[in-house]
Antibody
Framework: EVQLVESGGGLVQPGGSLRLSCAAS????????MDWVRQAPGKGLEWVGR??????????EYAASVKGRFTISRDDSKNSLYLQMDSLKTEDTAVYYC?????????????WGQGTLVTVSS | QSVLTQPPSASGTPGQRVTISCSGS????????VYWYQQLPGTAPKLLIY???QRPSGVPDRFSGSKSGTSASLAISGLRSEDEADYYC???????????FGGGTKLTVL
């Protein structure tokens, strides 16, 4: 069974940094694309970025709203995905979800974690 | 404003058929698959439809997806109270080089 468990959320001041983690189990982690998606309180879903799998050299892509401030990385030996968030702004306040592609042929998010809340406030 | 446009709300009575639209452009829906997600209150999103009209195992056949040109639709037939949720469409966008979501549609079962 695919399981994704996010951690690392919390309260941080504007301009600060935070690192989120996503622990994966139930599948061969290195085979899959992984995404981060966020949801501000009472708002819709917003794609943050993704990392491709080992076969595609772990390349990353980011939404314009976070490019240059957020960095996605992964450690296949630990079955873990990370989101390093720097220069945080109040508008980054959201629940952050990690998600795995549905399949190797269908690269959109198909499995989601429960999310972790990040609050950026002074 | 979201790149993909959805109506903010929809409603229906039990047993009815409801449709939720998703409008995009040639850089997203017009050239890539559409995905639909269901988000029940207080929970993570769940994949409902992939590749325009395919259902993951476990998703009832009451849910169906279609696409024409730069628009897509999610249809729910035999509406049930447990279908009350937020529904989001999504697609890859070549211009933005990223995934885009619709603003979401809140479905109310009257």
């Amino acid at each position: 069974e695919v399981q994704l468990v996010e951690s690392g959320g919390g309260l941080v001041q504007p301009g600060g940094s935070l690192r989120l983690s996503c622990a994966a189990s139930g599948f061969t982690f290195s085979d899959h694309y992984m995404d981060w998606v966020r949801q501000a309180p009472g708002k819709g879903l917003e794609w943050v970025g993704r990392t491709r799998n080992k076969a595609n050299s772990y390349t990353t892509e980011y939404a314009a709203s976070v490019k240059g401030r957020f960095t996605i990385s992964r450690d296949d030996s630990k079955n873990s995905l990370y989101l390093q968030m720097d220069s945080l702004k109040t508008e980054d306040t959201a629940v952050y979800y990690c998600a795995r592609d549905y399949s190797s042929e269908t690269l959109a998010p198909g499995y989601w974690g429960q999310g972790t809340l990040v609050t950026v406030s002074s | 404003q979201s790149v993909l446009t959805q109506p903010p709300s929809a409603s229906g009575t039990p047993g009815q058929r409801v449709t939720i639209s998703c409008s995009g452009s040639s850089s997203n829906i017009g050239s890539h698959y559409v995905y639909w997600y269901q988000q029940l209150p207080g929970t993570a999103p769940k994949l409902l439809i992939y590749r325009d009209n395919q259902r993951p195992s476990g998703v009832p056949d009451r849910f169906s997806g279609s696409k024409s040109g730069t628009s897509a639709s999610l249809a729910i037939s035999g509406l049930r109270s447990e279908d009350e949720a937020d529904y989001y469409c999504a697609a890859w966008d070549d211009s933005l080089r990223g995934r885009v979501f619709g603003g979401g549609t809140k479905l109310t079962v009257l």
